[in-house]
């Protein structure tokens, strides 16, 4: 019946000119009048989303009663460190609790640095672990025109963020790439930090950290997880032709060895001069126990400073490692 019905009234149409018209700008109305109502919710939605931004962010590093907070509307923060100031996009909770809690001593040894070689020399620096992003942006605004900072992010809503971040503040010497490095080329299962995922349906949101290919029972779901690629970072710098780094920064949550696993060559560049990994290896007291500290004694690298943060609840310790090349003190 409906199908007849509708067969009718198209040759009704077909058959009168007048009709047609009429009923086609019944139509383009009637369109043009959802898109009114569309744009005024919208309208809506941007103000009370600004409305909600500010209240949840009246407190630092926001309402811890509100982690699950997301917003599409734009909405961007002041992220400074020393005499740099950016912008940043302030999609979730974690976004915004982000620019109170970033990893501070990468930041502190490459200023440092620069500082120290008074633009004598570029610095390219690696972060690989990046999330969204803060260290590497602070970094790259920086050393400007005098050095390269790549930012490597596997997780794709963290790395959309980072690209945002980068685009907002027109860094044209920061390279985002959404790649993981361990040390085989593989796909490999990249399970998410279900301690923060479960206020959100068990999906990720922007600023979320803890992600890792290193299962843990307290923090991870063998369920949860995406399929993302890995590759050694050696294959990486010579198959794309990147600048050879002179820091390197590693924060992949239990997954460092494989990251120096992977960077065979590189360690050995003459340019290399520190490297920093936040070494979460489980019950390590003393980081001369680490494999990782082994690992880059072994290699030439002396330990230059090491703090420990004390783990929370589902959070284990952590060893805020930098090393340098020996010849380099």
Not at 75 to 102: A, C, G, H, P, Q
Not at 120 to 131: D, M, Q, R, S
């Amino acid at each position: 019946m409906i199908i007849q019905f509708v067969e009718k009234i198209k040759l009704i149409l077909n058959n009168s000119l007048f009709l047609y018209n009429l009923a086609r700008g019944i139509y383009h109305f009637f369109i043009f009048l959802l898109s009114l109502i569309a744009k005024s919710l919208r309208a809506l939605q941007v103000l009370t989303g600004s409305i909600v931004a500010r209240i949840v962010f009246l407190s630092k590093p926001g309402n811890i009663y509100f982690q699950n907070y997301y917003s599409d509307v734009i909405i961007t923060k002041k992220l400074e460190y020393n005499d740099v100031s950016l912008r940043v996009k302030i999609n979730t909770y974690w976004d915004y609790w982000r620019i109170f809690d970033y990893e501070l001593y990468p930041l502190e040894v490459v200023f440092d640095d620069i500082l120290s070689i008074g633009g004598i020399k570029p610095v390219v620096y690696y972060e690989i672990g990046a999330n969204i992003g803060y260290s590497a942006l602070l970094i790259g605004k920086k050393i400007g025109n005098n050095g390269h900072v790549y930012a490597f992010e596997v997780e794709p809503t963290n790395f959309k963020t980072l690209c945002d971040n980068i685009i907002l503040n027109k860094l044209d010497n920061v390279t985002p790439i959404n790649v993981g490095i361990a040390k085989d080329f593989c796909v490999s299962k990249f399970y998410y930090n279900i301690y923060h995922t479960d206020m959100h349906n068990s999906l990720p949101v922007s600023g979320m950290g803890a992600h890792s290919t290193s299962l843990d029972n307290n923090l991870h779901d063998k369920k949860i997880f995406c399929n993302a690629l890995f590759m050694p970072l050696d294959a990486l710098i010579k198959d794309f032709n990147l600048e050879h780094p002179t820091h390197i920064f590693i924060d992949t949550h239990g997954s460092e060895l494989s990251v120096i696993e992977s960077m065979v060559s590189t360690i050995c560049l003459p340019r290399l001069e520190k490297i920093m990994v936040d070494i979460e290896e489980d019950d390590i007291k003393n980081i001369e126990d680490s494999k990782i500290y082994n690992r880059l004694a072994k290699v030439g690298f002396k330990l230059l400073k090491n703090d420990i943060t004390i783990g929370k609840g589902v959070f284990g310790d952590s060893h805020k490692a930098v090393f340098i090349k020996e010849h380099q003190e």
